[in-house]
């Protein structure tokens, strides 16, 4: 064994020597490259990975959970400011269902199971309208949790007293609650309807006008009664062209920026000033035909042409003198020479009549403001955003500008007068809004490029076995060559002198320093 380790160490330091320089790096980066693979195999798979447990959690929720994992031995993380646990991707399914079965989470909020379990003799009337009170806000705040767009609701109320005593003022209840939309749903005016008749209905003696109701951003959401005044009505229609303007306009923009410098490099505000005044007039116009003569169509033509010649009589006498004679009238009259002509011509047009009935639009807008601020290419440096950038995007919203605001008004206005309703800004972002973790159970891109790199190490690897396989049949050849050109050892001999000279070498090998000092004994003696 020790003959064959030595000989394949020969063979290995042989076939490094007769390698170059560049063989020989790359067989060594090749190695190092190898182990680097098998490490990264090896911590890639070892890891752990972890998935939400349970999320939107309270800090009191969190608390529990992480106090019972932490008994059991199971690791956890906490994420998203505490409200997010997460543990072993392969351990999800099962610590819910264990967890669910031991009451976790407990909110701590009491419901009408709770009343059930504490019912007993030694309850008083005021611990039992305590916790009734508090288990109708649990399952208040439960049906308002069903409506879409609210995350979260908590639900305080506040019930009258009774009393024996006639009182001036009948005492009503009151109700508060706030709700969690997450920041991104807009209730609509049905749905915060339906919430105050949820709440109204479900307390008694409960009024819409005793219900507040609010978001976490303490925006009130107010109750509007659907039969109320028209210019109520007039001013939501308006308030709401208004900001379906001011969200197109902002969205066109927001795209439009955010593919030039990135979805969440820009920030755009638009501000409106609309003009509701709505004209309704008739107009009744006569043009002609032919603009240019100004001339119609001829319908109709009369032309008369008269001529005499001739001299003209003398009148002769008194007019009117004699007894059968007209007053007035020439008695006699004699010829005489004269020229006579006359022409006449009618000619009846036709124009264009024109009836117009004209209802203007119901809006106009009569100014626009755009505000864009930008994060540079390096947020504390606001000068690495080139100038040509800001100039680009301010002549994108000068056109936004010039196309948007009515002509009539955009005529009053002076050359450059749109440039003050734009402003540009360049500024470091301070808070980005954060994603959500995606979590699935697909394998990482990580897992295909490793057992890809494997896969190609076991290629080269199976490759140098067939070079190396190939050379050993050439080393084997050339043995068996060699060997072929020694010549046979002589037979051995069996005399006396040939057994003394196996034991020597037999000596020689096991004992060195015996076989020394009989060779020494020898030579002494000679």
Avoid: C
Wanted: aromatic content about 8%.
């Amino acid at each position: 064994m020790k003959e064959k380790f030595l000989q394949f160490r020969e063979k290995t330091i042989e076939y490094w020597r007769n390698r170059s320089t560049g063989q020989k790096t790359l067989i060594l980066g090749f190695i190092a490259f190898l182990f680097l693979i098998i490490i990264l195999a090896i911590f890639f798979g070892t890891r752990t990975n972890y998935a939400p447990l349970y999320s939107d959690l309270s800090p009191e929720e969190t608390g529990q959970i992480k106090e019972t994992l932490d008994s059991r031995g199971i690791p956890s993380e906490l994420s998203n400011n505490g409200s997010t646990i997460r543990v072993p991707e392969t351990q999800v399914d099962s610590l819910k269902v264990e967890l669910a079965s031991e009451g976790l989470p407990d909110s701590g909020n009491i419901d009408y199971s709770f009343i059930e379990d504490q019912m007993g003799f030694g309850m008083t009337d005021n611990e039992f309208d305590t916790m009734e009170r508090a288990a109708m806000q649990t399952e208040l705040g439960a049906l308002i949790e069903n409506i879409e767009g609210v995350e979260a609701a908590n639900v305080m109320i506040t019930l009258p007293e009774e009393s024996t005593w006639v009182a001036e003022e009948d005492e009503r209840a009151s109700a508060s609650v706030v709700i969690d939309t997450g920041g991104t749903t807009n209730l609509e005016q049905n749905q915060i309807r339906a919430l105050y008749h949820l709440v109204s209905k479900s307390v008694p003696d409960l009024s819409v006008d005793n219900i507040v109701i609010m978001n976490e951003m303490f925006e009130y959401f107010d109750y509007e009664n659907p039969a109320s005044n028209s210019s109520m009505n007039a001013y939501e229609e308006q308030r709401s062209i208004q900001e379906d303007i001011e969200k197109d306009i902002q969205s066109q923009l927001q795209q439009m920026l955010g593919k030039m410098m990135g979805m969440n490099k820009v920030v755009v505000s638009v501000t409106t000033d609309l003009d509701f005044t709505q004209e309704t007039r008739e107009e009744a116009l006569v043009e002609p035909v032919d603009e240019e003569n100004m001339e119609g169509i001829e319908v109709s033509a009369e032309r008369i042409e008269e001529a005499y010649e001739g001299e003209a009589p003398e009148d002769g006498g008194v007019a009117g003198a004699g007894e059968e004679d007209v007053a007035n009238y020439p008695a006699g009259a004699a010829t005489g020479e004269g020229d006579y002509e006359r022409e006449e011509e009618r000619i009846n047009y036709e124009v264009n009549r024109i009836h117009r009935e004209i209802v203007e639009s119901p809006y106009k807008i009569r100014d626009l403001g755009i505000q864009v601020m930008v994060e540079p290419p390096e947020p504390d440096n606001p000068d690495s955003l080139a100038p040509q950038t800001i100039t680009d995007i301010e002549e994108i919203l000068s056109t936004m500008v010039n196309t948007s605001i009515d002509k009539s008004y955009l005529e009053d206005m002076e050359p450059g007068e749109t440039d003050d309703n734009i402003f540009v800004s360049a500024q470091e972002f301070n808070g980005q809004p954060e994603l959500p973790e995606e979590t699935g159970t697909s394998i990482p891109m990580w897992m295909y490029i490793t057992a890809g790199l494997l896969l190609l190490a076991v290629i080269v690897l199976l490759i140098m076995l067939v070079r190396r396989r190939r050379e050993e049949e050439d080393w084997t050849e050339e043995e068996v060559y060699a060997a072929e050109q020694v010549p046979d050892l002589p037979e051995e001999d069996d005399s006396e002198q040939a057994a003394r000279r196996k034991q020597l070498e037999k000596l020689a090998q096991d004992n060195p320093e015996e076989f020394s000092k009989l060779l020494r004994t020898w030579l002494s003696d000679d």
